[in-house]
């Protein structure tokens, strides 16, 4: 067992390094969205998972969680992408999470992204 937990950050780390970084696609295509309505990110992304407001700013958000087993082990795959709008027209955004699940929202912001795996 303890081999097995030993083994289990090596493993996160090659899974991750498998996936494509979708970072730069990210950023690149949700940048291209300010401006716009909102609209165009419920046709990229598909219908928001949450919305919310902070300091009267709305914002809409698109959240994936996915385990995957490794050894029996459970790995977390993550993503959150948060779009700010004002009046129907997007603003700013934020992401976070890890690459595993990320690469997903980068592949339908830019249908020619390439996982990698």
């Not at 950050?9 to 996936?19: E, M, R, S």
């Not at 401006?35 to 928001?48: E, I, N, R, T, W």
């Not at 385990?67 to 029996?72: D, K, L």
Request: glycine share 10%; aromatic share 10%; hydrophobic share 45%.
């Amino acid at each position: 067992m303890t081999k097995c937990l030993l083994l289990l950050p090596v493993v996160a780390v090659a899974l991750a390094a498998c996936v494509n970084e979708p970072w730069p696609v990210l950023k690149k295509e949700l940048s291209s969205l300010h401006g716009q309505s909102v609209k165009v990110a419920f046709d990229k992304l598909g219908y928001p998972s949450s919305e919310g407001e902070i300091a009267g700013e709305k914002f809409y958000i698109w959240s994936m969680s996915n385990a995957a087993y490794v050894g029996g082990d459970a790995l977390n795959l993550r993503c959150t992408i948060r779009i700010f709008i004002d009046m129907d027209v997007i603003g700013h955004f934020d992401v976070s999470g890890n690459a595993g699940a990320c690469a997903q929202y980068a592949g339908k912001l830019d249908p020619s992204y390439d996982f990698g795996l």
